[in-house]
């Protein structure tokens, strides 16, 4: 991979998880949309910093670990680093794996929090309110369902009296507000940015930031108060700027290259924890004088049976058996043109197999081993050169450089599912191609040499951008069809080269198998 230090910067992060169990499906999805992002972005040509990591803190961790029998620290080490191997076994280019247990994190946070003390943003006061230690915060009235539980966790409320330190958020939110008014691309999709200003139509209260020592120990001690610990959001939020090396203090005398990818910051979360990120962070932000992140990026559920899948309910999907069984490819495949990013979808292994085996192993899959087998049979393990092309072929040509703009157009709206879908039709387009032309029979006829050439050459011009769009698609299969194609497999910027086509100067190697039938797992 070339670095180009004039590339423009981009930022994604996930967010931290909690360490009180293992990865599951949903968290998968999330940090595997942050690799395809950074994928789509590294072939842009853009210089990517992806974050991710765990959040270790607060009361729903020591609830776990006393269940077993093990400290904090025991468990938050032991879940980390699983949540780390799950992302390394999922292949997924992550640069800062973050951990708020880590020993500068405290350092920042209990700097950030002296910074907005010694500005009046922190006051002490008595405090009343309906807790879930699911979420880990304290929801509104509203925020209850029917039954009177939260509907995230199907949990009754703890109901809270004690005095604690609060930050000014209700004073941000005019300011808030215009920010959300202004920016319209701030947080996608759009009707969860309706969904934030129609909340902050009511007034905006402060916010509890601090547990008292008596309730909780495992947490960042105020620096103003060692008889309190810093609440867990407060604590996991600034994980995203202590990412790029933000000390706490004055952001704006700390080091220039944090401003370039902050600029460009992009938040990847689930709209369980869209109030943390659209209300609490920015207004956080406001506080310390940083500019607010630049957008969020709102994930709708993975259901199981109708219910959201969460640990809590037990109703999980393990990623990492998923992926050694089927391989990297198709899982993250099947994730990102399932769901209708920002919509709820349904995990369900028909629906799995069946996408799987049509859209990739029936599309991509079998149009590259019959071009490029075909290819090998008659020229050897050259790419053949067209002579001529005939109004059929320079359409096909046309239309699959412009495929990747017209993929872009619809991730630009984060519609993800219909950007492959793009892909997936043309690749349909080139099958056609292939059917209307024969190839197989024009092989049988030595005066039909030179049209054989330019047929195999135009489907191999398209197999060419196949491999590059499928890139952060399916990242493995991509670089198995560069390779055939005996093409470089150069990453960064890659999309450049749809424009100026194969480099017909080199020779094809080994057919693969990008993509195998699938056959329904054993469920037991
Ligand atoms: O909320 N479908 O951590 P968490 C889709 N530590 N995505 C899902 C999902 C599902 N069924 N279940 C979880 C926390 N997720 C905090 C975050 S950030 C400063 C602190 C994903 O372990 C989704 O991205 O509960 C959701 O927002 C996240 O996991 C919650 O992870």
Same mark, same amino acid.
């Given at each position: 991979?070339?670095?180009?230090? *004039?590339a423009?910067? %981009?930022?994604?992060?996930?967010?931290?998880?909690y360490?009180?169990?293992k990865?599951?499906?949903?968290?998968?999805?999330?940090?595997?949309?942050?690799d395809?992002?950074?994928k789509?972005?590294?072939?842009?040509?853009?210089?990517?910093?992806?974050?991710?990591?765990?959040d !270790?803190?607060?009361?729903?961790?020591?609830?776990?670990?006393?269940?077993?029998?093990?400290?904090?620290?025991?468990?938050?080490d032991?879940?980390s680093?699983?949540?780390?191997?799950?992302w390394?076994?999922?292949?997924l280019?992550?640069?800062?794996?973050?951990?708020?247990?880590?020993?500068d994190?405290y350092?920042?946070?209990?700097?950030?929090?002296?910074? /907005?003390?010694d500005?009046?943003?922190?006051y002490?006061?008595?405090?009343?309110?309906?807790?879930?230690?699911?979420?880990?915060?304290?929801?509104?009235?509203?925020?209850?369902?029917?039954?009177?539980? @939260? &509907? #995230?966790?199907?949990?009754?409320?703890?109901?809270?009296?004690?005095p *604690?330190?609060?930050?000014?958020?209700?004073?941000?939110?005019?300011?808030?507000?215009?920010?959300?008014e202004? *920016?319209?691309?701030? $947080?996608?999709?759009?009707?969860?940015r309706?969904?934030? /200003?129609?909340?902050?139509?009511?007034?905006?209260?402060?916010?509890?930031?601090?547990?008292p020592?008596?309730?909780?120990?495992?947490?960042?001690?105020?620096?103003?108060?060692?008889?309190?610990?810093?609440?867990?959001?407060?604590?996991?939020?600034?994980? %995203?700027?202590?990412?790029?090396? %933000?000390?706490?203090?004055?952001?704006?005398?700390?080091? !220039?290259?944090?401003n370039?990818?902050w600029?460009?910051?992009?938040?990847? $979360?689930?709209?369980d924890?869209?109030?943390?990120?659209?209300?609490?962070?920015?207004?956080?932000?406001?506080g310390?004088?940083?500019?607010? +992140?630049?957008?969020?990026?709102v994930?709708?559920?993975?259901?199981?049976?109708? /219910?959201?899948?969460?640990?809590?309910?037990?109703?999980?999907?393990?990623?990492?058996?998923?992926?050694?069984?089927?391989?990297v490819?198709?899982?993250?495949? +099947?994730l990102?043109?399932?769901?209708?990013?920002?919509?709820?979808?349904? +995990?369900?292994?028909?629906?799995?197999?069946?996408? @799987?085996?049509?859209?990739?192993?029936?599309?991509?899959g079998?149009?590259?081993?019959?071009?490029?087998?075909l290819?090998?049979?008659?020229f050897?393990?050259?790419?053949?050169?067209?002579?001529?092309? *005939?109004?059929?072929?320079?359409?096909?040509?046309?239309?699959?450089?412009?495929? &990747?703009?017209?993929?872009a157009?619809?991730?630009?709206?984060?519609?993800?599912? $219909?950007?492959?879908?793009?892909?997936?039709?043309?690749?349909a387009?080139c099958?056609? %191609?292939?059917?209307d032309?024969?190839?197989?029979?024009?092989?049988?006829?030595?005066?039909?040499?030179?049209r054989?050439?330019?047929?195999?050459?135009?489907?191999?011009?398209?197999?060419?951008?196949?491999?590059?769009?499928?890139?952060?698609?399916?990242?493995e299969a991509?670089?198995k069809?560069?390779?055939?194609?005996?093409?470089?497999? !150069?990453?960064?910027g890659?999309?450049?080269?749809?424009?100026?086509?194969? #480099?017909?100067?080199?020779?094809?190697?080994?057919v693969?198998?990008? +993509? &195998?039938r699938?056959?329904?797992?054993?469920?037991?």
């Open positions: 991979m070339t670095k180009n230090t *004039n423009s910067p %981009y930022m994604l992060t996930t967010p931290i998880y360490v009180n169990a990865p599951h499906l949903g968290h998968a999805y999330t940090t595997i949309m942050g395809f992002l950074k789509l972005a590294l072939i842009e040509g853009k210089r990517v910093l992806f974050v991710t990591g765990t !270790e803190h607060g009361e729903k961790i020591v609830q776990k670990a006393t269940a077993e029998g093990k400290t904090p620290k025991e468990l938050v032991e879940v680093s699983e949540f780390r191997s799950a390394e076994k999922l292949a280019d992550v640069d800062v794996f973050y951990r708020t247990t880590q020993p994190h350092k920042m946070v209990q700097n950030a929090l002296q910074f /907005l003390k500005k009046g943003d922190i002490f006061a008595e405090y009343e309110g309906k807790y879930c230690v699911g979420c880990e915060r304290f929801r509104t009235d509203s925020e209850w369902n029917e039954e009177g539980l @939260c &509907p #995230d966790h199907q949990t009754p409320p703890d109901l809270r009296k004690e *604690n330190y609060f930050f000014k958020m209700g004073s941000y939110q005019k300011e808030l507000i215009k920010h959300y202004s *920016n319209l691309e701030a $947080i996608e999709p759009s009707q969860y309706q969904e934030v /200003l129609s909340f902050l139509k009511q007034p905006l209260e402060d916010l509890n930031i601090s547990r020592k008596t309730r909780l120990t495992w947490g960042i001690e105020l620096p103003f108060d060692k008889d309190y610990v810093t609440y867990v959001w407060f604590d996991a939020l600034l994980n %995203y700027l202590g990412a790029i090396g %933000y000390e706490g203090g004055d952001f704006a005398a700390q080091r !220039e290259f944090k370039e990818f600029a460009e910051s992009h938040h990847l $979360i689930g709209k924890i869209l109030k943390t990120h659209a209300i609490y962070w920015p207004t956080m932000l406001m310390l004088e940083v500019p607010v +992140f630049k957008k969020l990026h994930g709708g559920f993975w259901m199981n049976k109708g /219910l959201k899948m969460s640990k809590s309910l037990g109703n999980v999907v393990d990623p990492i058996k998923v992926s050694e069984h089927f391989g490819d198709f899982f993250r495949y +099947f990102l043109r399932e769901m209708s990013f920002g919509s709820d979808a349904n +995990f369900t292994w028909e629906a799995f197999i069946a996408r @799987c085996n049509s859209e990739l192993a029936n599309g991509l079998n149009l590259a081993s019959r071009v490029l087998k290819s090998q049979k008659n050897e393990m050259k790419i053949p050169s067209a002579s001529g092309l *005939n109004d059929q072929d320079k359409a096909l040509v046309s239309a699959m450089k412009a495929l &990747p703009a017209k993929m157009q619809e991730f630009e709206q984060c519609r993800y599912h $219909i950007g492959i879908g793009h892909f997936n039709e043309a690749v387009e099958d056609r %191609y292939i059917n032309n024969k190839p197989w029979v024009l092989a049988k006829d030595p005066e039909q040499k030179d054989l050439a330019s047929v195999l050459r135009t489907a191999m011009e398209a197999l060419h951008v196949f491999s590059i769009v499928s890139y952060p698609l399916t990242p991509s670089l069809l560069q390779e055939a194609l005996g093409q470089s497999g !150069e990453i960064v890659a999309l450049f080269r749809v424009d100026t086509g194969l #480099d017909a100067t080199r020779s094809l190697t080994e693969p198998q990008l +993509f &195998p699938l056959e329904l797992p054993d469920l037991e």
